[in-house]
Antibody, heavy 119, light 113 residues
């Protein structure tokens, strides 16, 4: 069974870049779509974007100007970079794998990592 | 963006009774070429990531108890939890994958009365 694990700094200063990596184990990163989703404390879920293993991306327009999602198939990892962060970017960040047959059904999730934006 | 609106925001149900959660999309998520509704339901317990329960509006994910069922088409959908168990206490989200950006409902909190 595939497992996903987010990693990265838990504290980022305002105006700096938030960087997270999702490590995939128990399965190949190939042939799937991989997504980032976030959840501000006590609030609902927001889709950030996805990357296909070939490198094709689709970003939420609300974040597109600040966002880069990349994939490293040799390491079975994919990553998120969000620049110029503010307190509004404070959230639990989840990585997820989409179902094999259609993008957008998030069938496997990481445990999530809390990122706080504060000076 | 497709706006997903759930009702109610919270509900309390006695153990063994039925919980019903509604989800309305701002536009149809029924794809005419395959007659499928691009609608999923997730369960999130405190301190845990969301768990996929249902996709295609009514298909249960493997391992999900059959007391969870989904129904609806077009813009109106329902998640029904029959015979509520204590372990079903959670927040439930609907989500559309008809187009990008994927969007979620605001969540419905289910508690035991």
């Amino acid at each position: 069974q595939v497992q996903l694990q987010e990693s990265g700094p838990g504290l980022v200063k305002p105006s700096e870049t938030l960087s997270l990596t999702c490590s995939v184990s128990g399965g190949s990163i190939s042939s799937y779509y991989w997504s980032w989703i976030r959840q501000p404390p006590g609030k609902g879920l927001e889709w950030i974007g996805y990357i296909y293993y070939t490198g094709i991306t689709n970003y939420n327009p609300s974040l597109k100007s600040r966002l880069t999602i990349s994939v490293d198939t040799s390491k079975n990892q994919f990553s998120l970079k969000l620049n110029s962060v503010t307190a509004a970017d404070t959230a639990v960040y989840y990585c997820a794998r989409d179902r094999y047959d259609v993008s957008g059904i998030f069938e496997s999730w990481g445990q999530g990592t809390l990122v706080t934006v504060s000076s | 963006d497709i706006v997903m609106t759930q009702s109610p925001d919270s509900l309390a149900v006695s153990l063994g009774e039925t919980a019903t959660i509604n989800c309305k999309s701002s536009q149809s998520v029924l794809y005419s070429s395959n007659n499928k509704n691009y609608l999923a339901w997730y369960q999130q317990k405190p301190g845990q990531p969301p768990k996929l329960l249902i996709y295609w509006a009514s298909t249960r994910e493997s391992g999900v108890p059959d007391r969870f069922s989904g129904s609806g088409t077009g813009t109106d959908f329902t998640l029904t939890i029959s015979s509520l168990q204590a372990e079903d206490v959670a927040v439930y989200y609907c989500q559309q994958y008809y187009n990008a950006p994927r969007t979620f409902g605001q969540g419905t909190r289910v508690e035991v009365k």
